[in-house]
Structures are given as structure tokens and as C-alpha cells.
């Protein structure tokens, strides 16, 4: 039998479909390997109820499989905890930060309407000048920001607590 | 068979699927490109919110209807959705309006229903939540920058706060459904529910210096299946492709 370790470290090779730099590892999308009455189990949960990439990450899950000779195996997508910026990996947040996606800082009241916007650092010149252009942005985990320094747009992957 | 169940779900589900549903409509003809992608970004939630919820509805129903099933094969006196998520979308203003009014009302529901006996419920609740507060954020926030910002938004937004206002009370309707699901510890007192949504809703109309409607007549029927002539067009475009190719997939 394929060791568990072995299967994390496919899962380590799938990457997510919108942020490509991410693999579905860093992201805490991933959340459990268990091998149940012969068959392998991997356990995934959504970022966002309705995002679209959760089919996409669960065929190429079963396609890493595959490849690597482990056919009996199936996803299973739980809601519950529910998923939240901190399971971002610190090598997933560095990796974000490489491919000009500012990593997610701190999380804003969102009882306090008009609150302070917390402050992005713009991941091309790391300038704190930077201002929020949208709360949503191209995917629904990111928010849409502009340097104010440098003038580069770039994406914010927001908060969610 | 969990009657009171499957009908609670299909109301909840039927709330975020006909106002995600609304809101794509203005994909490609919002005022800015921000408020374009943002509504269609609260689009997606909202129906990512009723894949979780119709999805367990037809497990509890027990006939192996899924998600999409109910959502495109249902006729409309089935449909459970209040008359609010179905008013049209207006201008902008008629539409963060419409949000807000939503909004101020689904965030406290999620906050009880976090709580909720039923475990799947609690888990979509939690889920929701987070996406729910900034939903919130957003409308509220427009509401107040149109009410109190020109005298052409000021009034725009009065205007639809004043055709709105008589869809709201429909939300905390309640019938032995809930009282059955309120017994179990399943959902929450609808009392309390309408309490916080009178509080927020008046501390934000203030800020707006908008004013909350004195006409009390009020709307309903949404719950028992019965709707306004707009539904109707709306399940049309929704379901077109499923009455046309049945158990077509892509």
C-alpha cells in the first residue's frame, strides 16, 4: 500500500486552477488523507460557497491520483469548520507575494461600516501608499487594490475570519 | 421524511437562488466596472450559498432530487423565495436597497443558525456568514453614500426604499413550519430576528437621513408559493436551458 505521507505529497503537485502558484496544500483546501475500506479519501473544503474552481480541484485531485497508479480513490467536499485566510500556508503567502498578490493582512470589522480599510502593502515595491478600488475583485477571495507609489494594480487576497 | 425541514431549506435556499439570480442580471451593465464586478461577485455567493442548502434539502427530501433539480425543475407555485429577492432591479439604487434590506436580515439569521441543532445547517451557516458580512459592508455602505449624497441619489433611493418597504415584513413570516423548527433548536425566535434587523436598519437609514415609510401595509404570499408577476420571467430565463435540453450538462 501507498504510504499517507506519499499521498500528501501528490497533493503537494495539484495546483489551484485560479491562483496557479498555489497548490490546493497552501491554500488549506486539502484537509484530510484517510485510507477507508480500501480506498483513499481526501477531504477538501470550499474558500468561498460559490467558487466555481472547487469541481476543477476535485477532477485534478483525482487525476494526480491516477497518474501515480492510485485509482481507488474519491473527494469528499465538507463545509464544516468552515475555511479561513489563516490556513494560507507561510510559503503559500510568500508565493502569493512573488506572483504580485498581496498576501492577506488583517481582518476588518465589517460591522463598522466605513471602518479604516487595513493597510496592503503593493507587492511589486512593497510601498504602504496603496488604496482599495473594490472590495471584489477578479475571483471571489481576492479584493482589487492600486499602489499609490508605484501605480501598479494589483490584487488583494482579502481577509475572511 | 422531515417535512418542516425540507420546506425551511427550499425558503432559505429559494431567498439567496432568485437574489443571486437578480443580481447577475447587471453582469456587463453595472454603472462601474468595480460595482460590476461586485455584484456579480455577490451573485456567485449567493447561488454557491443555495448549491449548499438545496443540496441538503434533497438529501433530506429522500427522492434523489439534487441541487440542480430543484433549482431549474420546480414549477413557481413551488418556489419559497419572499417577493423582495424577486422585485426587479431597477437603478442602482433600487437594487443596494434591495441588498441591504436582504442583508440586514441574512446576517443575523446566519449568526442564530450558527448555533443551529441541525449540523449541516450549522455548517452552512458558518460558511455563509463570513460572505454575508461583507455583502452587508457593501450595501449598507452604498446606502448610506446615495441617501446622503446628492439630491438627485437622495431621492432615487427614498423612491425605492418607499416601493420596497412593503416587501419587508414578508421576511420574519412565520407559520407552524418554524414554530416546529423553533421547538427543536433548529432555527431561532423570528421575533428577535426582526428586532436586530428594525435596529440596524433604522441606524443605517439615519445615517442615509433617509425615512423609513409610515405606510404599514405589507406584501406576502412568496412563502406559500405565491408570487409576483415577475417570478414568472425570471424562472424562464433560469430555467430555459433545462426545459429545452433536459439533463443537459457542460
Known sequence: MVAKERIWELMEEVFDPEVPVLTVVDLGVVR????????????????????????????????????????NASVELVLSPAWTTDWLSES?????????????????????????????????????????????GSTACKAH????????????????? | MDNALFEYLVRLGDDSLILGHRLSEWCGHGPILEEDIAM?????????????????????????????????????????????????????????MRQFLFDAFRKPLFEQLVNSSDAQIAAIAAKSLKETKYHFKHSAEWVIRLGDGTEESHERVQNALNDLWRYTDEMFFTDEVDRDLESRGITFSMEDLKNTWQETVKSVLDQAT???PTNGWQHDGGRKGLHSEHLGYILAELQYMQRAYPGMEW
Open chain 1, 32 to 71: 484530510d488523507v484517510n485510507f477507508e475500506n480500501d480506498s483513499w479519501k481526501i477531504t477538501i473544503t470550499p474558500t468561498y460557497s460559490g467558487c466555481p474552481a472547487m469541481k476543477r480541484i476535485e477532477d485534478d485531485i483525482l487525476e494526480k491520483l491516477k497518474e501515480n497508479g492510485i485509482e
Open chain 2, 210 to 212: 433617509l425615512e423609513i
Open chain 1, 145 to 161: 487594490y492600486q499602489c499609490e507609489e508605484c501605480l501598479e494594480p494589483f490584487d488583494y487576497f482579502k481577509c475572511l475570519k
Open chain 2, 40 to 96: 456579480t461577485n455577490i451573485a456567485l455567493d449567493l447561488v454557491g450559498q443555495t448549491t449548499s442548502i438545496l443540496k441538503y434539502a434533497g438529501e433530506v427530501e429522500g427522492k434523489g432530487r439534487t441541487e440542480d433539480d430543484l433549482a431549474f425543475l420546480r414549477y413557481e407555485r413551488e418556489y419559497r423565495n419572499t417577493l423582495l429577492v424577486e422585485q426587479p432591479n431597477g437603478d442602482f439604487g433600487v437594487t443596494m
Open chain 1, 92 to 136: 503559500g503567502k510568500k508565493k502569493l507575494k512573488e506572483y504580485g498578490i498581496a498576501p492577506p493582512v488583517a481582518e476588518v470589522d465589517k460591522s463598522v461600516l466605513f471602518a479604516e480599510r487595513p493597510i496592503v502593502p503593493c507587492p511589486k515595491c512593497n510601498s504602504k501608499r496603496t488604496k482599495m478600488i473594490s472590495q471584489f
